[in-house]
């Protein structure tokens, strides 16, 4: 395995979330109100058009020269850029500067709206964003011809609402959202979500501030589902929080920063990602991980070209090649995320057998089956759940 | 001759201004602007596609209305903790300040650059690193609860008092400085005088040092309350959910919600009250021509 802990660069800068109080998102607050409101004003010609560009003819030769990546920090695996270079002569100006999807959005959505480079070829924003992107008419399209790995994608995410037919995202890696947690500190298994608000644990417990990542598991818990959500169902979940947080149950809304409450002893139960776990577990073999028995969500990061793009070939090239089962075994290594090919077990088994047995890594059907993946909201929708969970988290 | 005189009179008139400029032009683009700005957009509502909003101008001061009623409790708050860290801060740098101006001797630039040094290290990080010696199953939690002196929440992390504690420690240096730049301007052959008047101590203290230490007292209390006030690091790492500040709201509804009318609305309620508060307190101190 690599060398570096990830965990030590993780804590400041997190895949999921860049740390709130981040230089950036200081500079956000003091540039905000003049940028936001400059941004805002002459941006009305583009809102609402849904109409897909198509991609530029391709005139069937191999891509050539420079392919700019924007992807999230320790999304990769060392050695890989080297590897696509070697394959393909292609040379890659690879960035990790993708840090959040409202942030990226909030930065790149006015030179998109005018059709302006962004500085990437391919860009890697969760399921939700890719599909924002889709339906603003910023992406192009995937050629299938260039793609000729894309069989092996699971066929679950193949028929997916958020992109039928996979025409304009490539999933890269997904992960499980569900409870991580400290055995030493529980005294026993944690399985429901009804265990979280257990007095025991009182000021112990910690929730995602993300709206999709909090409220998921909590509406699965009270019968209703992530896939086809309404006020409603989302409101009943937020009353569950609200009720706990006035009773002193919840001790803080967290990003990806649960990791270092729940590794120093400070929070016994955290909503938490699988993959963050895989890594605290080398540290604290204590710490376990668990899909709530009424289920837990599941995220999808997917690689997609803007519009924008300055190499079009290049970029399916390279999905391509991520898409070769061997390749992609690497980067599930490195990065210990849940794969988005099928039938990964034989290569995970080549780089380390454990990887194939973990089944944070290569989660077992039953898991699976436990999993669910918001429905693409709409534009009214993501405000109102914003807001009415921003009335619990930020207040 | 007399041209020439006019002329060097003209210019010099002129110069003042011309020195000045650049500050002018600076303030007119990054607060001018953005002043006028912020004030629109609290004023406007939003339309179209929550993505690529349109800010209508529309003096729709319902945004004022909702700042105030859903975040009063956030913004009392907020001036709590602010003004008991500033009072806190006063109590520990006073001394300090004191005895660096007063009684340090030779080691009086050692101490002052000891009470620098912490801040080369950046403000996120030494707030963080208070998560590490707070923590639940940290020494200093063991050692309070042994003696019976935890906060009621049986820790001592994620707590108002840790907030407190937090703003205290990182705005510190803002009272210090100020505070020894005044004391160490006192004529010593004041403090001398006062003593052959029979002044004890306090009554030294109470009629010759604090007075004209004041300036300090103000300039001190000004540079820590403000930024206090409008703080959200601290609360977002030190604190609960139950210690959420005006910041961490402005901050959600700038990032999170999107709600820039309200956001602005909420930057403009603290501006003003914090306004309000300076000048009560410089009014109350007498100092006006201090600052």
Redesign the interface.
């Known amino acids: 395995m690599a060398d570096v802990d990830p965990r030590a660069i993780a804590r400041l800068t997190s895949r999921r979330r860049f740390i709130g109080g981040g230089a950036a998102t200081a500079a956000a607050l003091i540039l905000g109100p003049s940028v936001l409101a400059s941004c805002s004003s002459d941006t009305t010609s583009t809102s609402g058009q849904s109409a897909a560009p198509s991609a530029p003819a391709d005139d069937g030769a191999a891509a050539t020269g420079t392919l700019r990546v924007s992807n999230w920090p320790l999304y990769m695996a060392d050695g890989f850029v080297a590897a696509f270079q070697t394959a393909t002569g292609l040379t890659v100006d690879y960035k990790e500067d993708f840090n959040d999807n409202e942030e990226w959005f909030a930065k790149n959505k006015e030179p998109l709206s005018r059709k302006q480079d962004i500085g990437a070829d391919l860009v890697v924003p969760t399921q939700f964003m890719a599909a924002r992107l889709a339906g603003l008419g910023w992406l192009n399209p995937i050629s299938e011809a260039r793609w000729t790995n894309r069989g092996n994608l699971r066929t679950d995410l193949m028929d997916n609402k958020a992109d039928p037919g996979r025409k304009f995202s490539a999933p890269y890696l997904s992960g499980m959202v569900g409870l991580a947690y400290n055995k030493a500190a529980t005294g026993r298994d944690i399985t429901t979500i009804d265990d979280l608000w257990d007095p025991a644990f009182k000021g112990k417990i910690s929730l995602f501030s993300d709206m999709q990542d909090g409220l998921g598991m909590l509406m699965m818990s009270q019968g209703a589902s992530p896939e086809d959500p309404s006020l409603e169902s989302v409101q009943k979940a937020i009353d569950l929080v609200r009720e706990n947080k006035d009773k002193g149950q919840i001790r803080r809304f967290t990003g990806n920063d649960y990791a270092d409450d729940l590794a120093a002893g400070n929070i016994v139960v955290a909503q938490a990602y699988s993959g963050d776990v895989v890594q605290l577990q080398k540290d604290n073999p204590d710490l376990d991980f668990v899909v709530p028995e009424s289920g837990g969500t599941t995220f999808l990061d997917t690689m997609v070209i803007p519009y924008t793009t300055q190499n079009q070939k290049a970029a399916e090239e390279w999905i391509n090649f991520i898409y070769d089962r061997a390749n992609y075994a690497k980067l599930v290594a490195f990065t210990r995320y849940v794969p988005v090919l099928s039938d990964m077990t034989a290569e995970l088994n080549k780089i380390d057998p454990e990887l194939a047995n973990n089944p944070l890594i290569n989660p077992p059907a039953e898991t699976l089956a436990k999993l669910k993946a918001w429905a693409p909201l709409t534009d009214e929708q993501t405000s109102e759940f914003n807001k009415a969970y921003a009335a619990v988290t930020g207040g | 001759m007399a041209g020439v005189a006019g002329s060097t009179r003209q210019r010099s008139r002129i110069a003042p201004y011309l020195m000045i400029l650049p500050a002018m032009a600076y303030l007119g683009v990054f607060y001018v602007?953005?002043f006028f700005?912020?004030l629109?957009?609290s004023l406007s509502e939003m339309v179209?596609?929550?993505?690529?909003?349109?800010?209508s101008f529309s003096w729709n001061f319902g945004n004022y209305a909702r700042a105030l009623g859903?975040?009063r409790?956030?913004i009392l708050r907020s001036f709590g903790y602010a003004l008991t860290a500033t009072v806190l801060c006063l109590l520990l740098a006073f001394p300090l300040a004191y005895v660096i101006a007063f009684k340090a001797g030779r080691f009086k630039n050692l101490l002052l650059g000891l009470v620098i040094l912490p801040f080369f290290v950046t403000f996120?990080i030494r707030?963080i690193a208070w998560?590490?010696i707070l923590?639940?199953?940290g020494w200093v939690v063991d050692a309070l609860g042994t003696v019976g002196l935890l906060p009621s929440?049986?820790?001592l992390?994620?707590t108002s008092w840790a907030v407190i504690g937090g703003l205290t420690y990182n705005w510190i240096i803002f009272m210090i400085l100020p505070l020894y730049v005044s004391l160490e301007k006192i004529d010593s052959r004041l403090l001398e005088a006062s003593r052959d008047l029979y002044a004890g101590n306090r009554r030294m203290f109470g009629k010759v040092i604090l007075p004209l230490a004041l300036p300090g007292v103000l300039a001190g209390s000004l540079l820590v309350f403000i930024p206090s006030v409008g703080d959200?690091?601290n609360a977002?790492?030190l604190?609960?959910?139950?210690t959420?500040m005006i910041g961490?709201?402005?901050?959600?509804?700038?990032?999170?919600?999107?709600?820039?009318p309200v956001?602005?609305a909420l930057?403009f309620v603290l501006m003003a009250l914090i306004l309000a508060g300076v000048l009560l307190y410089t009014r109350a101190l007498g100092t006006e021509d201090l600052v």
């Open positions: 602007v953005p700005s912020l629109r957009t179209g596609s929550i993505y690529l909003p349109t800010l859903d975040y409790e956030q996120l707030t998560k590490t923590a639940d199953d929440e049986g820790r992390l994620s959200f690091i977002d790492y604190g609960s959910t139950e959420t961490n709201v402005i901050q959600t509804q700038f990032l999170v919600v999107k709600d820039y956001a602005a930057s």
